[in-house]
């Protein structure tokens, strides 16, 4: 496959993704923002404000990796999403992070709100769709990060505590919304899905417990 249909293949993976996202509500207005790897040195992002269930090929952009000022963007003048970095620093912690996920949906912003600290999940049969767990009796401490416009400060701070946890398969933002990856778009999306089934659970056993 040549870099044009590379490019056309991963942004049609990304917009039927967004379709599914948006259809589960987790991406409401022009909320969220996904991205995959093209090669060692790019990736195709969403451009900034676009509707992620309405993606179609004239949305998305070509991002340098190693490019801090996002003058390698493609086309020139392109404005990728707000949140590029997040995705940038997450492709150079290492070859297996294929795609990067970005939702906003109703669980993952309520509870990173109620739980600055951390949310905890374990007891769940579906976290074995995550990597690393093979128990329902594991137990995930997602992490919340407080919320920053400032997004390559945030992009640095999520970095640090990620390379002192590796293997740690997602994060909240705190009020906004969940981050997740996988080596392709297929396994991000599963773990999306997985993320948010869960979450949702979460919410649900605390609203019922109360
Ligand atoms: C529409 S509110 C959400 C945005 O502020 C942002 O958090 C977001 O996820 C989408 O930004 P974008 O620049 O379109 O990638
Ligand atoms: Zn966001």
Redesign the pocket.
Same mark, same amino acid.
């Given at each position: 496959m040549d870099g044009m249909e590379q490019m056309g293949a991963r942004g049609e993976e990304l917009s039927r993704a967004g379709r599914l996202f948006f259809d589960r509500g987790w991406?409401?207005? %022009?909320?969220?923002?996904f991205s995959a790897r093209l090669d060692a040195r790019h990736m195709v992002?969403?451009?900034?404000?676009?509707h #992620?269930g309405e993606l179609g090929a004239g949305d998305f952009l070509v991002v340098g990796l190693e490019d801090e000022t996002l003058k390698d963007v493609r086309p020139p003048g392109g #404005?990728?999403?707000?949140? %590029?970095a997040l995705h940038l620093r997450r492709y150079r912690s290492g070859p297996d992070v294929g795609a990067v996920l970005?939702t906003?949906s109703l669980a993952a912003t309520v509870l990173s709100r109620l739980n600055p600290g951390g949310v905890v999940l374990e007891g769940y049969e579906v976290l074995k769709a995550l990597p690393g767990v093979d128990s329902h009796t594991a137990r995930l401490e997602v992490p919340v990060f407080g919320n920053d416009q400032d997004i390559p400060r945030l992009a640095a701070r999520v970095e640090a505590h990620l390379s002192a946890h590796p293997g740690l398969p997602g994060y909240l933002?705190e009020g906004?919304?969940l981050y997740t990856w996988g080596r392709s778009v297929a396994e991000a999306r599963r773990h999306v899905e997985a993320f948010e089934f869960l979450l949702a659970c979460e919410l649900e056993v605390r609203r019922l417990s109360r």
């Open positions: 991406v409401p207005a %022009t909320a969220g923002n992002i969403t451009a900034s404000g676009r #992620k #404005k990728p999403s707000a949140e %590029t970005h906003h933002i906004h919304g």
